[in-house]
């Protein structure tokens, strides 16, 4: 009888008890409102440009009001207030999957204070908390093979592969290239990829193709907001993006057109994977044509 194959040992580092210290924002409201004033909202949009580079295991959001107002009043008001902070969050690439809890806890009674503190104290008061949990280390895991017999898969073709080998009605999927939350440029390591797919196109000059940008994570299959214009075409503007990368490498604009598909096409899974660009060639044949 064979022995097992592969035996997985998984050793616990002890990193792996450690647990990774919450992330806490705080978003302040004016008296009776629910919308996010400007200046609070470019607080939140710095504080969501931080979280990209985490794990994130868990987002919680909890919406308070200060000890003026009936109690219904108050608990509605809280709830819309957590409610708006949750809406920037799916309209900048957070998933809302990672939101667990959007709460209004209605008011929050006053201290014992100096009477002069009163107004500063009912205006810390009127906020929203935001508890970001990062989820802990992964366990280290170790595989021991056996090497008496060899497992062989299909080899999967990569990108550069697909484009060689591309035929009219192909999408291909721009593998590891990643954009940067909220961003329509890519991220450092994604350049030099980008950079030999652009090397690849234009040795097959007789495919014509469509970029496709996407999103993740926003409502209602819109676009998310693009932070560096404030202009909701995050898609569109990931796609004129690498359009505009393309034609610097050299290849004809006259091959190209590029279009944003929102939140329509979502892939499942971690969601910087729907932060992506893909190509589907519309034909193909001699330029001259």
């Known amino acids: 009888m064979n022995k097992l194959l592969v035996l997985i040992l998984i050793v616990f580092s002890s990193v792996y008890a450690f647990s990774q210290k919450e992330l806490t924002q705080e978003v302040y409201f004016d008296t009776d409102k629910y919308d996010v004033p400007s200046t609070e909202k470019n607080r939140l949009l710095l504080f969501i440009s931080t979280l990209s580079d985490i794990d994130i295991e868990s987002i919680s959001i909890f919406g308070f009001c200060d000890d003026r107002g009936a109690d219904s009043y108050n608990l509605m008001l809280s709830q819309q207030r957590a409610e708006a902070i949750k809406a920037i969050f799916a309209n900048n690439e957070i998933s809302e999957t990672l939101i667990t809890n959007v709460d209004g806890k209605g008011e929050i009674l006053l201290k014992i204070v100096e009477e002069k503190n009163l107004l500063k104290i009912r205006g810390l008061n009127r906020k929203v908390e935001i508890i970001v949990k990062p989820k802990p280390p992964k366990p280290i895991i170790k595989k021991v093979i056996d090497t008496t017999q060899k497992i062989t898969k299909p080899k999967e073709k990569n990108t550069l592969e697909l484009i060689k080998d591309g035929a009219k009605g192909d999408k291909i999927l721009f593998k590891n290239i990643l954009f940067k939350t909220g961003y329509p ?105």
């Not at 404030?230 to 004809?252: M, P």
């Open 185 to 289: 440029t890519v991220t450092p390591d994604s350049k030099k990829i980008l950079e030999s797919i652009a090397e690849a196109l234009l040795e097959r000059d007789d495919i014509y193709f469509t970029i496709q940008g996407h999103v993740c994570c926003t409502q209602f299959t819109r676009d998310a907001v693009n932070r560096k214009t404030k202009k909701r075409n995050l898609s569109e503007a990931r796609a004129e993006y690498v359009y505009n990368y393309f034609i610097k490498k050299g290849i004809d604009k006259k091959r190209m057109r590029h279009v944003g598909l929102r939140r329509k096409f979502p892939l499942g899974g971690d969601p910087k994977f729907d932060r992506r660009v893909e190509i589907l060639i519309t034909y193909v044949g001699d330029q001259a044509k």
